[in-house]
């Protein structure tokens, strides 16, 4: 969706700056206290419908986690987790996964396409479908395991944040199905400040490890969770503890994309002037007419 | 009128070129999904889609054709007591000090070294690729190998164009020896100055 043209920060694969004539935005969050979450699978309902997906229709495999995992087509899933954090205690713990929106994205740090992956003013990580040449690196360098290639024509596809909507002033799909007030949308200050009075009043429940998800491994993200574990997200279905983007990713977009382009460069250049100094190996002319 | 020296037939120079012509494409292609600097090279193949489906496919070409090449050169290759010698007076070498050389054989240490060079990085560059090939092979492997795999790609393929920069501008720069792999055949004095112990084997003196 190529909405907010003024409003860019970061753009994939391209070395100059993004347009920003319009200056900072104040910066969007989606809160998904999963305290709050029943599992109804309204909100992937409302993104199938906002985004006009269908995904196929799959088969049962005994679990409540339907579609089994993220596609092209479900850029939201439930993830359902049957802990026993105390013993004899059993906790459903319902975490909706989904792109996190992060502050620092892998994806598009590892995206060679210019243009292809783009981050808003805002804080929203979009794809633009029409740049993208298929090549799935987006999904080596995402740390949460998100972006999905589409079989039928090859792009990689994600939750938008609903960046259509927020661009005017709506909230995101999912945010206004949810029927129990388990997602909230708003600017991250105050995503932030309402998730503090949950995590209070979890404590007060008996959650004493209640805490907000906003790893700073990935500078933030603007999709966050209020967990009642928060001292091990992994409970959630493998929620990242410290979620970063992978070193061997950094070195290969980090340092190597400029020092190998540059010492490829220099052979070019120490070999002309090899020739201009050295100058070139030649068989005398007597030797050629001794043979 | 100088004697002339076969040094490769009309299969081997084609071989050769096909290895080239594959090797110039897979550069190119590659190139342009490293750096944004070089993404305007996915103009010369259609567009980035495009040249994200046909590197992988010239970059398999050039593989095969390459090791049908190793297996031909490969007893030519290998690394003598005189190469080392080479090596060590590499400065002689490159200021154009040939009298203080050794002897050699068909190939100099140079170019051995480029020979193994290939046959250690084409073969990674073919398995990381496959690993990372979308829409194929990629989703069955797991995301820590592509991690692995982009960087022992890049890596190899780095070290294969820097090879391949110094082995183009070696054939530039030592007079007579283009020919070799246009025409197929070299001049008596280019070998017998060059690779003394060869024009010895091809001419019996």
């Known amino acids: 969706m190529a909405l907010q043209s003024l409003d860019i920060t970061a753009r994939s694969a391209t070395t100059t700056p993004s347009p920003s004539a319009r200056g900072e935005a104040v910066k969007v969050a ?7 979450c029943i599992g109804c699978k309204a909100c992937q309902v409302a993104c199938m419908q906002w985004n006009d997906l269908r995904d196929e229709v799959g088969t049962n495999v005994g679990v409540y986690d339907n579609p089994r995992d993220l596609t092209d087509q479900s850029w939201t899933v ?9 013993a004899g205690r059993l906790e459903w713990l319902i975490r909706k996964d989904g792109c996190m929106h992060c502050a620092d994205p892998g994806c598009l740090k590892a995206c060679p396409a210019p243009g ?9 990580v979009d794809f633009h479908e ?35 909507r927020v661009a005017v002033g709506l909230e995101p799909a999912c945010v206004k199905i949810c029927p129990t007030g388990a ?32 790893p700073p491994g990935v500078g933030g993200t603007h999709v966050m969770y209020v967990l009642q574990h928060g001292d091990q997200p992994e409970l959630y279905a493998n929620l990242p503890k410290d979620p970063h983007i992978s070193p061997l990713v950094g070195l290969w977009k980090g340092i190597t994309k400029p020092l190998m382009s540059f010492g490829v460069g220099l052979a070019v250049f120490a070999g002309f002037f090899h020739y201009v100094t050295a100058g070139p190996k030649k068989v005398e002319d007597e030797e050629e007419a001794k043979s | 009128m100088n004697a002339l020296i076969q040094r490769y ?14 090797f110039v494409l897979a550069a190119l292609s590659g190139l342009a999904l490293f750096h944004p600097a070089f993404f305007f090279l996915t103009h010369l193949f259609g567009g980035g889609t495009w040249t994200r489906i046909l590197h992988p496919f010239i970059g398999v070409l050039m593989f095969l054709f390459f090791m049908a090449m190793a297996a031909r050169f490969w007893g030519f290759n290998r690394i003598t007591p005189a190469d080392r010698q080479w090596m060590k007076r590499i400065g002689d070498v490159l200021c154009n000090r040939d009298q203080n050389l050794p002897e050699l054989g068909k190939y100099n240490a140079g170019q051995k070294l480029l020979f193994w060079v290939m046959v250690v990085s084409l073969p990674l560059l073919l398995l990381s690729g496959i690993v990372i090939w979308q829409p194929w092979f990629a989703p069955s492997f797991p995301i820590g190998l592509l991690r692995l795999a982009v960087v022992i790609h890049a890596l190899a393929a780095w070290v294969m164009i820097l090879g391949i920069i110094v082995h183009v501008y070696a054939a530039i720069w030592v007079k007579g020896t283009i020919r070799a792999m246009t025409r197929g055949t070299v001049s008596a004095a280019w070998a017998k100055h060059h690779h003394r112990a060869w024009y010895r084997e091809m001419t019996g003196k």
């Open chain 1, 78 to 86: 439930m993830r359902f987790s049957e802990v026993e954090v105390e």
């Open chain 1, 183 to 214: 997602i909230v949308f708003g600017s991250k200050d105050d995503m932030i400040h309402h998730a503090e009075g949950r995590i209070e009043d979890l404590k007060e429940r008996g959650y004493s490890k209640a805490a907000l998800y906003d």
């Open chain 1, 30 to 36: 989606k809160l998904i206290d999963i305290s709050k």
């Open chain 1, 116 to 124: 292809a992956i783009v981050q808003y003013a805002n804080g929203i």
């Open chain 1, 130 to 164: 029409e740049n993208c040449i298929g090549c799935g690196y987006c999904i080596t360098g995402c740390p949460f395991n998100i972006p999905r290639i589409s079989k039928k024509d090859n792009k990689a596809y994600k939750c938008t944040l609903c960046s259509d």
């Open chain 2, 9 to 22: 037939t009309a299969r081997e120079r084609s071989n050769h070129w096909v290895v080239a012509i594959a």
